[in-house]
């Protein structure tokens, strides 16, 4: 039972990227799924949580309106589109997946954390 992030990369400021996370041993689409952010020096964010399949998505201030979620049930993935990036967010990306619960906004426990993606936005 794992996740699997891919997908980062550098990218210039104003650019695109998209997160992949791949479950394997569970079916990804039942389960809440969390995306994460980790920048050096700094605590652990939550910028994209979802806590069902058919729940509210929270969106931190620092992404909301650039970034999306969407889902691919065939792959059994989730991904994470990022736009119009900037510098401040570089960060190693996690994507978290936890048994699903009602609510919104991210939860203190995951069950299943991925290894992470380095992404870095710089010109």
């Known amino acids: 039972v794992q996740v699997v992030e891919s997908g980062g990369g550098l990218v210039q400021p104003g650019g695109s990227l998209r997160l992949s996370c791949a479950a394997s041993?569970?079916?990804?689409?039942?389960?809440?799924i969390g995306w994460f952010r980790q920048a050096p020096g700094k605590e652990r964010e939550g910028i994209l949580c979802?806590?069902?399949?058919?729940?509210?998505?929270y969106y931190a201030d620092s992404v909301k309106g650039r970034f999306t979620l969407s889902r691919d049930n065939a792959r059994n993935t989730v991904y994470l589109q990022m736009n119009s990036l900037k510098p401040e967010d570089t960060a190693v990306y996690y994507c978290?997946?936890?048994?699903?619960?009602?609510?919104?906004?991210?939860?203190?426990?995951?069950?299943?954390w991925g290894q992470g993606t380095q992404v870095t936005v710089s010109s």
């Open positions: 979802i806590n069902s399949r058919d729940g509210y998505t």
């Open positions: 978290a997946a936890a048994l699903p619960v009602s609510g919104y906004g991210c939860l203190e426990e995951y069950h299943y």
């Open positions: 041993g569970f079916t990804l689409d039942r389960y809440a």
